[in-house]
């Protein structure tokens, strides 16, 4: 069973600061995703990536996907309040389309 | 164009009863999956749908849950005697026919909460 680790768990920062999130797998990705799910909402795809080595950019966010693509990160520059929420990495598994979540990170941005 | 609708947004139920959980996918989005996040947790699969098919159910439990999404209406899952340990927030999320890979849209979920 593939288990997806997410790291931190939590991070809190002062509006302005840059922060890095992190997902790593068991084993090796079919294609992974990027969520970030607001309070009280369903998750928002924020990215997916599938070819090892990939660099992806959001505005301020940047995705990178590991050369053995079995590990992920997420950079936000100058993060701001609206950037708070629950981000979550995820692993497109099998043909079904069916997707294995990793824990999340849960970020808090001060203003 | 409305998104994935999910309904109630928050259900309250006493041990014992029944708890159904309603969602209508997107327009044109044939394949409907289920997931349960406890607080603080990612979400976990449970089930994976079509029209009037169950494609997978790996993630159910094997008693006292059910999903179905029949030719009309919306996609349904249902809990018989809830137990404190149901209460979570159950999210549907629908793709097109090519399936998820290209991304789910998520409904904003039910909140149960057994007492």
């Known amino acids: 069973t593939q288990l997806l680790e997410q790291s931190p768990q939590f991070l809190s920062i002062q509006e302005g600061e840059n922060l890095t999130v992190y997902c790593n797998s068991s084993?090796?990705?079919?294609?992974l995703q990027w969520y970030r799910q607001e309070p009280g909402e369903g998750p928002v795809l924020l990215v997916t990536?599938?070819?090892?080595?990939e660099v992806k950019k959001l505005k301020r966010l940047t995705f990178q996907f590991g050369d053995a693509r079995k590990d992920s990160s997420l950079h936000i520059t100058a993060a701001q309040p609206g950037d708070t929420g629950l981000y979550l990495c995820?692993?497109?598994?099998?043909?079904?389309?069916?997707?294995?979540f990793g824990q999340g990170t849960t970020l808090q941005v001060k203003p | 164009n409305a998104g994935v609708m999910q309904n109630p947004r928050h259900l309250v139920r006493r041990r014992g009863q029944e708890a159904r959980l309603r969602c209508s996918p997107m327009?044109?989005?044939?394949?409907v999956y289920w997931y349960r996040q406890l607080p603080e947790e990612g979400l976990k699969f449970m089930v994976y749908?079509?029209?009037?098919?169950?494609?997978?159910e790996s993630g159910m439990p094997k008693e006292r849950f059910s999903a179905e999404f029949p030719k009309e209406g919306p996609s349904i899952l249902r809990i018989q005697q809830v137990v404190r340990g149901d209460s979570a927030a159950y999210f549907c999320?629908?793709?097109?026919?090519?399936?998820?890979?290209?991304?789910?849209?998520f409904g904003s979920g039910t909140r149960l909460t057994v007492v």
């Open positions: 084993s090796v990705f079919s294609s």
């Open positions: 990536v599938v070819t090892g080595g």
């Open positions: 999320a629908s793709s097109p026919p090519a399936g998820g890979f290209n991304g789910y849209t």
């Open positions: 327009k044109g989005h044939s394949h």
């Open positions: 749908l079509q029209k009037e098919n169950i494609i997978d």
């Open positions: 995820a692993d497109t598994w099998s043909n079904t389309g069916k997707l294995i």
